[in-house]
């Protein structure tokens, strides 16, 4: 009978990583609350400073940790950077295999909102929308000059989701927008018309207001349709 091989014992640094995570869950840290320092961690967890270091350093690459030369170790706040590069990179790459990751992107950013104008209707017609206004007469002041910047564009599906009370909403379709925005020199410069893209966005601020289910989704599709011809341009001329 064949012998069935041992699993890899982890690595000292891999359980130092683990013994400062469960540090921070059993003592109830949060993002921003400090950390102990390095030797106290070496005493705490038993481990060697070099152990301590190379985990200290994969806890910070990932965001879990935030190292502050001069000040101390801190519970790091929650980032998507990570994920924002490797979809960058994966997108770049997959084009040039015959593959569109970025277009497969979109289209979960697109079904994504798509189900948030609806539970933002649902939220009824209390919630303000004051911020959305003010970035629409930004947006078509912009349009009116011929351009909508991307600070705006983004602005707007920023501030239009908030009522929801959701953070991981904002941070999600932040590392989306920023995947895109890496990608805007391959992608080229819009082709459609500055006062289309602003219509667009008025169409999705108006079906909110007046709580129609339909017009929401139909304006969030119409409003991904020159993302998608964007995408697809980009796919073909490789």
Not at 20 to 37: C, E, F, N, S
Not at 96 to 108: K, T
Not at 208 to 225: C, K, P, T, Y
């Amino acid at each position: 009978m064949a012998t069935v091989p041992r699993p890899a014992r982890p690595s000292r640094a891999t359980e130092a990583q683990e013994g400062v995570k469960d540090l921070i869950v059993k003592r109830g840290l949060v993002a921003g609350d400090p950390l102990p320092t390095e030797s106290e961690l070496m005493e705490e967890l038993q481990v060697s400073r070099n152990s301590i270091r190379e985990a200290l350093k994969g806890l910070q690459a990932v965001g879990i940790v935030d190292i502050r030369h001069g000040f101390g170790m801190f519970v790091g706040r929650m980032s998507l950077a990570g994920l924002v590069n490797e979809l960058t990179f994966h997108s770049r790459i997959t084009l040039q295999n015959g593959a569109n990751h970025l277009a497969h992107l979109v289209e979960i950013r697109e079904l994504l909102e798509s189900g948030l104008v609806q539970r933002l209707i649902e939220l009824g017609p209390e919630i303000d929308l004051t911020p959305i206004a003010d970035v629409m007469t930004r947006m078509e002041t912009e349009a009116d000059a011929g351009l909508v910047s991307p600070e705006t564009d983004r602005l707007f599906h920023d501030l239009l989701y908030r009522p929801l009370g959701n953070p991981l909403v904002s941070q999600l379709l932040g590392a989306f927008w920023d995947v895109y925005y890496q990608l805007r020199d391959a992608l080229g410069a819009p082709d459609e018309p500055a006062a289309d893209v602003a219509k667009r966005h008025r169409d999705i601020y108006t079906a909110v207001l007046a709580g129609d289910h339909v017009a929401a989704v139909a304006a969030v599709r119409a409003h991904f349709e020159g993302v998608r011809n964007r995408v697809a341009n980009l796919a073909a001329s490789y």
